[in-house]
């Protein structure tokens, strides 16, 4: 199977990168599933209805969150009512909508979707590993998935790494957000994992995690001055991996990342 | 001039990597004066006299560190000995050794490296920016210096682009150093700075950021477990920047990614 | 019923002045249990069985802990054979020992001791609020439960005094650890739980928070010294909060501080 | 000289608590000069000029602030005409108004007050042990200074223990603020300086800090619920500390608290 994933979009910026992308990736890499991180797609803060739909119709299957899933009121009833719109699973028990699902391909295959959050230098939550894994274990590789994707929402490459080999050979690719910086360690664990720190965000690099750059730079040199942050505008670049894994095993063989548009440079799969 | 930076060399594995590399990239890239962080170099934790003496002789012409600068209690009288090993700038005034320095290359012009460390999700230390700025401005480009090279040290890739932005023009390039993760996000700003969020450590990288994976998720599991954290073995990768500047200006008009070996996605400059 | 608890024992001096006190303060204020917490008994870092065997020698009913429990290797057995010696309840689900348990009194009435670490400022680790609020359910006040006693083990105030709001009327206590200072805003709230910030620390407070206090300063000052944090000589002091509840609510009537000898202002209950 | 010391002014309940008792303690207690955290006086968060002014009418003659200083933006101007109004003095150069003074009793005796902010667990500052120091150097007691009090903004027990044991001898009271919560550890240092960890607040401790309880609770149980924090009501205390120094020497010879009203257990100097 294909499955592309982008990393969190920021803004409008971002938005219109991957709408203006991500249906022409979908022909060309023959893309079988799509998910994409929309924490930050209402102006760097947060997703409404009316933009998570809007993904969906540019060609997200699913969309993931993170921190910011809830920064906008009128998305915490749409969590409810939409399968395909996934916050952390380790949030509370009681919290709006769900961490994971099954969903089927286009061509009736099945894609286990799960988005954790990560504790390292973030707020409090329980436990991610314990989360993933109960996760995986209830659906596993081969037994009722084809293939298992997790969208680690974290900080520190440490505790994203050890998530990836805690979860090597259980999941068919984890990949990690909210840095909004893509990482160049993509690779096939040795279990059969695809992993990547962090697939970066689709968004204005020309920014500070893409938000207009003037105003974080004086929030770190200031305690007096509050610069709203909004979103950058400027020329997006949407960023991501594609995993190709064997439907025998479920398990990546390939694991390519996507950056197109844009500051940074460009990389697309030839595969 | 053209100047190659390699990240955090981690342990055994990485300073064979950097042994083997380190010489004939400087050849084929033509570079001009290289600039090693070596914090983890001893084991994972700190560098001796001895193993900053091998980077020396590897190439390195100037060798930077961070939080770790000072774990092996033999290296201290080293750093006030030699100036071609610095600490982070930001540390208090009593420090052993230095943050910044003047270098000439082998053809005469002078490089100025500075090391400072930030602060978001790290120890408590003095303003990066501020550390930073004074440094520039006491020797700018142009003024005294044909190149001026950063190493940020730190976590937070927000603190790390806005620290880029804010020495935007005024530095020949402004690298991060820490998460032990190349970020594919190596650019140069619209100022003229070369920036990458963070140059990946050199080292083996089926690991938890160079150390034995078993043990890190061991400790992210457990309360009672404390296994030892051991720099891991197995193929390494060299990673890093080579940044190519125009001696009229000081600023940089490329950014190029290098990594070789290991289970990374090789890269290196063709310019 | 007459409940005492006496906060983190720091090492020599401070199993020293629970040994000469707790006694006598058992019999002149009528006690009817005694909880300790003894994360620090063994030279500030942990607790040893033979450190454990002897607060319970002393008069403690029931020792809690906290981040510490597990400094000493050799507690680990013990924690699985000792039912009195509880660590924090939410630690992960395959950590040695238990968090909370009930225990009769001399006089045949039971008392739920629980031990729960917070979050802010903290290692990770599961929700207390949760956990602290199933054991008090699963056991309640009249059904089970003559006193409910939770040691919370944490760093910030914010989150003591909503986890203390959270059980008021819940628990007959609620008694913060973890900061060894003792604060003075023992009270009983609306509901009828008796509550406090924190007990304070058993131990010499001509120190930093029970360390020989060169050290700590040290540190503070510098980025080389890493002088060995020992626990402090002195003049000690015992420190804690006696609990008087009613027995056919539970719920409490009177808090009162314990703190004798040492450096501090001495004060001890006249009810 | 005999100087009084309130903490954290919280909200319209703080505000009348410190109105209503601060001219009696002064009157009752002989209180040469006034100290008050002022940092949350306007509904928690921050302090605008007119309440500045009140608590300069109600009998303060220093206020000092903490991370709060800024929240209400017309504060800023006037921090810059307002000598008597401090912020923390390790905040960046740049910040509007300054650190510390030098301030004349009625009977014109002089007392040097600063504000210093720590770093344990809090933003990011430039070192709060050198900035003290460097305060206390410029102005000594004997030399300048008949009395020097220090309000150390912060956090941790630790930090502030060390930064009183750095300072003792040479300052007449160092004491702390922000946790909202007063500490029992209040004692004169082996050197002669006056200590207690936190000062706590002056407002109603039926609270989370300060602030209406249920928000709190709700905001440490839910990543969805966002219910705005509002001062708490209700009867309030003022909490603070009472210091007594040897005019020979600058040193203290008494430290005694003051908290009066509200829920805490009352008690004043009789002195
Ligand atoms: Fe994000
Ligand atoms: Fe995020
Ligand atoms: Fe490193
Ligand atoms: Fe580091
Ligand atoms: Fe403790
Ligand atoms: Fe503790
Ligand atoms: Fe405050
Ligand atoms: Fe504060």
Known sequence: MRVLFLGDVVGRAGREAVHDRLP????????????????????????????????????????????????????????????????PANFPPETNGKGSGLYPTRDGRHVLVANVILRLFMDTSDCPFRAAEKIVEECPLGYGADFIFIDM?????????????????????????HTHVPTADHMV????????????????YDSVIGMNKEAPVERFLSKTARPRLEAADGPATVSGLLVISDDATGLATHAEPVRLGGLLSETQPDC
């Not at 998570?52 to 809830?70: P, Y």
């Not at 929402?153 to 957000?177: N, Q, Y």
């Not at 279990?191 to 970066?200: K, L, P, S």
């Open 24 to 87: 022409e990736l979908r022909e060309r890499l023959s893309v079988d599933f799509a998910i994409v991180n929309g924490e930050n797609a209402a102006g760097g803060f947060g997703i409404t209805p009316d933009i998570a739909e809007a993904l969906f119709d540019a060609g997200a299957d699913v969309i993931t969150t993170g921190n910011h899933a809830f920064d906008k009121r009128e998305i915490l009833t749409y969590f409810d009512a939409e399968p395909r719109l996934l916050r």
């Open 153 to 177: 929402h974290g900080e520190a490459t440490s505790e994203k790494l050890a998530l990836g080999h805690f979860l090597d050979g259980r999941a068919s690719a984890v990949v990690g957000t």
């Open 189 to 204: 664990l040795p279990g059969g994992t695809a992993y990547m720190t962090d697939a970066g965000m689709c968004g204005a």
